[in-house]
């Protein structure tokens, strides 16, 4: 709290101009970092765990005020050592194109490599901002689609896990390469949009979706760049959003298609974020269309829906002003209903799933000491349409961000 | 904290913001004021009557990565007259800098509470900022109070 007397000044100096202490460079640490308890007490699973998700190191760097670095390394599941098992490949016969063969060695491959951790560069771009309102960034970024591949911190969402929307229907962390240029052509509205590598639509399909469809930035496919733009308007209680994605997924292969948008995947989202004296409430729903879902289904048999749909709704209060007026802390039991369906409608050669139509929710408390640490405790009831592996899960977690 | 200064567009953001707010009595240069976080600009600014007609500085507050810089105007009683962003160096979040959030600081005096969530609304996707800024206004009115010598 304020102390009044907090604030001594010996001395007013009258100066005739004032130094500019805006043009030195300057290196930012940050990160964040998420731990959890989950203990299944319904369905299939039985075994309870203990893991630090993720914890991510950030390091921005200023050039000027207008020209800047960000990135963000991270590493899930604490360990990344690998126990590797490499064998070696048999010598192969190459033909080569006069028609001689060719005895060659191709070396040797991984054929077993099981780590429970993983560490990945999640962002890395250069920012540059060319006035007040409008500029670019370039390098790996963060997808603007939904409110939490770009808000992705503990702290920011309810509940030990991110939504099951923002997991198996936008699929977060999603990141690429590419360039997305910003501006707020008028106060309230923030527009960003680009050019992004595209999703491989080889690898989409089932209940997760898009999610295996993913790219990381690693030597990523860009035969489909892909275009993404998103809107957000700032109303004084509330914030809306609109995002797109629209890109082709067939990574070249030329039984897809080598066009740029072939095999073309749509992705239409739109979120809210409304708080108003300790009541907060957010929802987000959206579609993804992928009408070549046959064609992808008859190569990569990965089960791809033809029509996605998904959404949330979250409710949340602040119960600690009743209990301690005083208090700068938080104490916010909360609710969430998703519910999200990868299959809502199949190509003709593809089995629609039910238990890919999942229903999913979330009752919880969140405890914020500080406005950037949050302790969590939720439990989670989550169905299918097909009425097995339904699961229930207690889960403890904290979660700050700095 | 470091001392804060100000830059050519800075310097001239906050000329703008003391005419609109005080009229032609603002005045061009400021002093540099010595706070227990380091130098910063400050007007003491003398009503055309004689007298004070209100006092500004300019504070520095952490965004995500980099500072917001603003400025904190009060009135002769002490009482915030308007909070301007002189500068929002972040390419997302600047919405701290919008008109609708930064005039439910008017009227706020020394002390009173501002509290975001609750005195003083959020902003969606720009809670550090919101917090931060709250923050610093927090801490300026004081500083202003002593300047135009409310007790």
């Known amino acids: 709290m304020l102390n009044r007397q907090g604030f001594l ?5 009258s100066l005739g101009t004032v130094a500019s202490a805006n043009e030195d460079s300057k290196t930012t640490l940050g990160g964040y970092a998420e731990a959890e308890y989950v203990n299944p007490v319904a369905g299939p699973f039985t075994k309870s765990h203990a893991d630090v998700h993720r914890l991510v190191l950030f390091v921005a760097h200023g050039f000027n005020d207008r020209l800047s670095f960000h990135s963000e390394l991270e590493i899930e599941h604490v360990l990344t050592e690998l126990s590797k098992k490499t064998t070696t490949l048999t010598t192969i ?16 491959v991984l054929t077993d490599v099981s780590s429970p951790g993983y560490l990945a560069v999640e962002q890395a771009f250069v920012d540059y901002r060319l006035g007040t309102t409008a500029g670019f960034r370039t390098g790996l970024l963060l997808v603007p689609v939904g409110i939490v591949n770009e808000t992705h911190e503990p702290n920011t969402y309810h509940g030990v896990h991110r939504p099951l929307y923002a997991n198996s229907f936008i699929p977060t962390t999603w990141r690429d390469l590419g360039v997305i240029a ?19 639509g080889s690898n989409i399909g089932g209940a997760s979706g898009l999610r295996s469809g993913r790219q990381k930035g690693g030597k990523s496919n860009a035969e489909n760049l892909s275009l993404v733009a998103r809107a957000e308007y700032t109303l004084p209680y509330a914030k809306l959003g609109l995002s797109s994605w629209f890109g082709g997924t067939s990574g070249g292969d030329t039984a897809v298609g080598d066009g740029n948008f072939d095999a073309s995947v749509l992705v239409v989202a739109g979120d809210l974020r409304a708080e108003y004296q300790g009541f907060f409430v957010r929802a987000e729903a ?20 033809e029509r996605m749909v998904g959404g949330y709704l979250e409710l949340a209060y602040d119960i600690l002003p009743l209990l301690l007026a005083e208090s700068e802390q938080a104490l916010l039991p909360f609710v969430r209903y998703e519910k999200i369906d990868t299959h809502f409608e199949v190509p003709t050669n593809v089995v629609g799933s039910a238990a890919n139509s ?31 592996n339904g699961v229930d899960l207690v889960k403890l977690g904290v979660g700050c961000s700095f | 904290m470091p001392d804060v200064g100000l830059d050519a567009r800075m310097a001239e953001k906050a000329r703008l913001a003391l005419h609109r707010i005080f009229g032609a009595a603002s005045q061009a240069t400021p002093d540099l004021l010595e706070t227990k976080y380091g130098k910063r600009p400050a007007w003491r600014i003398r009503a055309q009557g004689g007298g004070i007609a209100g006092a500004a500085m300019v504070d520095e507050v952490p ?10 105007a009060s009135g002769p009683d002490g009482r915030l007259m308007d909070l301007e962003v002189l500068a929002y160096r972040e390419s997302y979040g600047g919405e701290v800098a919008q008109d609708a959030w930064r005039a439910q600081f008017r009227g706020k005096k020394p002390g009173e509470p501002l509290k975001v969530g609750r005195q003083i609304r959020n902003i969606s ?6 917090n931060s800024v709250s923050a610093g206004v927090a801490r300026c009115l004081p500083v202003l109070a002593g300047l135009v010598g409310v007790p």
């Open chain 1, 286 to 305: 959206g579609v993804i269309e992928l009408p070549d879902a046959e064609k992808l289904q008859r190569l990569y048999k990965k089960n791809p829906g």
């Open chain 2, 125 to 130: 996707g720009a809670t550090i900022s919101t």
């Open chain 1, 93 to 108: 016969d190459k033909v080569t194109a006069n028609g001689d063969s060719v005895k060659t060695k191709s070396g040797s």
């Open chain 2, 63 to 72: 965004g995500k990565s980099e500072r917001i810089t603003i400025l904190v």
């Open chain 1, 9 to 13: 000044f010996a001395a007013l100096l």
């Open chain 1, 182 to 200: 910003y501006g707020n052509p008028i106060e309230g509205l923030h527009l960003k949009g680009g050019v992004m590598a595209g999703l491989l």
């Open chain 1, 358 to 388: 999942q229903t999913q929710i979330v009752a919880g408390l969140t405890w914020k000491p500080h406005t950037q640490v949050s302790f969590k405790a939720d439990y989670s009831w989550q169905r299918n349409q097909s009425d097995i």
